[in-house]
């Protein structure tokens, strides 16, 4: 059973920060592609930025974040961050920590799930 665990959610105001956290164990953090997505209120899951394993680097960041939201690691903690700045109030979404089956960055790949948490900006 594969567990990412999450953290960090909340509501902001509006030119806001949050960090976001997941983690993960070991072999997942070590070599499946791990990534965040958002699901806003009546719009489809999207993929916000995609996370290759061997190099740890963002591999996908979507448009809309570029500039604003960044990836980062703890390896010693298997766990993978979200830095949100500049929060925008259509960033307001519920925000999953996901892994793909393996070490590709397809969306399509990804079965794993967090539990999800709120990230609410007005």
């Known amino acids: 059973h594969v567990q990412l665990v999450e953290s960090g959610g909340g509501s902001v105001e509006a030119g806001g920060s949050l960090r976001l956290s997941c983690g993960a164990s070991?072999?997942?953090?070590?070599?499946?592609?791990m990534g965040w997505f958002r699901q806003a209120p009546g719009k489809q899951r999207e993929a916000v930025i995609l996370r290759n394993p061997a190099t740890g680097r963002a591999v996908y960041i979507d448009d809309s974040v570029k500039g604003r939201f960044t990836l980062s690691q703890d390896n010693a903690k298997r766990t993978i961050y979200l830095q949100m700045i500049s929060l925008k109030p259509e960033d307001t979404a519920m925000y999953y920590c996901?892994?793909?089956?393996?070490?590709?960055?397809?969306?399509?790949?990804?079965?794993?799930w967090g539990q999800g948490t709120q990230v609410t900006v007005s």
């Open positions: 996901a892994a793909a089956v393996g070490v590709r960055c397809d969306t399509a790949d990804f079965v794993h």
């Open positions: 070991l072999w997942i953090y070590e070599n499946n592609c």
